[in-house]
């Protein structure tokens, strides 16, 4: 994963967080799905297989495994029916030096 992707996956996680506007409800909607796609950069044809699993109270993303990313924790809210999420930082220092 490029930086430029890793930034723009921060930028939608924290878009994510930020749409969200009171009163929302704690959410444990996603635990135990898994959502499959591409992910690559924005105005490419082209990317790579990727699944967001959340099982367990854990978010993981399988293709930033190879960058150090381990599945952590997540927070989710959900209001008028759409769910957004947020991972939970962790202060664990990443093997591959690429952080969000």
């Known amino acids: ?11 939608v996680f924290a878009a ?18 898994t959502f499959t796609g591409t ?9 790579q297989p990727d699944e967001f ?3 367990g109270g854990q978010f993981h993303s399988t293709s930033c495994d190879k960058y150090g990313f381990k ?3 997540y927070n989710a809210v959900t209001e008028n029916g759409v769910t957004a999420f947020v991972r939970v930082h962790d202060a664990t ?3 591959s030096g690429v952080g969000l």
């Open 16 to 33: 994510g967080a930020l749409t969200i506007s009171m009163p929302a409800r704690a959410s444990n909607d996603l635990d135990g799905k």
């Open 39 to 47: 992910i690559g950069e924005k105005g490419k044809t082209e990317g």
């Open 93 to 95: 220092p990443l093997t």
């Open 71 to 73: 599945a952590a924790e």
């Open 53 to 55: 699993i959340f099982a």
């Open 1 to 11: 994963m490029t930086t430029l992707v890793a930034r723009a996956l921060a930028i």
